[in-house]
C-alpha cells in the first residue's frame, strides 16, 4: 500500500493580499493537481493523509473545494504545532508500514522540506525544524525519549 501526504495546501496562498498574480495562478494549478491524485490514490484503495495549515475541520472553507470534497475519505490531521503534526504522521506512517510515501504541498522550502527530512530519519535537518523542537513537542505528546528516537531517526 502506498500513503500520499498532503502537506498544508490551504486558500491563503490563493490569497491577492499575500501572493502575487502568479503565484496564484501557479498555487491554483498545483492544488487542482493534488486533488486529481488524491483522487487517485483513493480510487486504488491507497492511504491519503491531510495535514491541515490553518483549517480546524474537515468542511473548513480555508480548504481548496476540490481538495476538500475527498477529505471525509483521508486522515486529516490538523495543525497545532508543525512539529508536533509531523511526529504524528510519521508514528501513524510507521505503524501502517507503507510500501511508499509521496509527499506534496505548497511550501516545498519549509513544511513539505521539513516533513521530507523527518521522514528520511533526519529530522531537524530540515530548513526550519530543528531536532531541539521535535523533543519539545514530544513530551507534549506524552512520548519517552525512546518514542522520539524512534520517530526521529
Not at 85 to 98: A, S, T
Request: glycine share 8%; aromatic share 10%.
Amino acid at each position: 500500500m502506498e500513503g500520499l501526504v498532503v502537506v498544508h495546501p490551504e486558500m491563503g496562498y490563493l490569497d491577492p493580499a499575500e501572493m502575487g498574480e502568479e503565484a496564484i495562478r501557479n498555487n491554483r494549478r498545483l492544488f487542482k493537481n493534488i486533488a486529481v491524485e488524491i483522487d487517485k490514490y483513493l480510487k486504488t484503495g491507497n492511504r491519503v493523509y491531510y495535514l491541515a495549515e490553518e483549517s480546524d475541520s474537515l468542511d473548513s472553507e480555508l480548504i481548496y473545494p476540490a481538495i476538500r470534497k475527498h477529505l471525509p475519505e483521508t486522515v486529516y490531521i490538523p495543525c497545532d504545532i508543525t512539529e508536533k503534526q509531523f511526529l504524528i504522521l510519521k508514528e501513524l506512517l510507521i505503524h501502517e508500514g507503507l510500501d511508499r510515501i509521496v509527499i506534496c504541498g505548497v511550501a516545498y522550502e519549509c513544511c513539505v522540506k521539513d516533513l521530507y527530512y523527518l521522514l528520511l530519519g533526519e529530522g531537524g535537518s530540515g530548513p526550519f525544524a530543528t531536532k531541539r523542537d521535535y523533543e519539545e513537542e514530544s513530551r507534549e505528546l506524552g512520548w519517552s525519549k525512546k518514542s522520539l528516537k524512534k520517530c526521529i531517526i
